[in-house]
């Protein structure tokens, strides 16, 4: 998915602090362009899967 490098890096901060309402309101503004996504991420964030989502967006963190 092309998405902005801030927001990338946005969710991997708030996922490595685990705060899972940062990472929700982060993905609501991502849901209307990229619902499938959106939909993926939810259910990580819904599994306290956090660490996974460091690694999906960490790559986003590093070019920063």
């Not at 362009?33 to 259910?43: E, F, G, S, W, Y």
């Not at 790559?59 to 920063?64: D, M």
Request: aromatic residues 6%; negative net charge; hydrophobic residues 50%.
């Amino acid at each position: 998915a092309d998405l902005p490098a801030d927001w990338m890096v946005a969710v991997y901060e708030a996922a490595t602090r685990g705060d899972g309402k940062l990472v929700m309101d982060l993905i609501d503004q991502i849901s209307t362009d990229h619902a499938a996504l959106a939909k993926a991420l939810t259910v990580l964030v819904k599994e306290f899967r956090f660490g996974k989502l460091v690694v999906l967006t960490k790559k986003g963190e590093r070019n920063e």
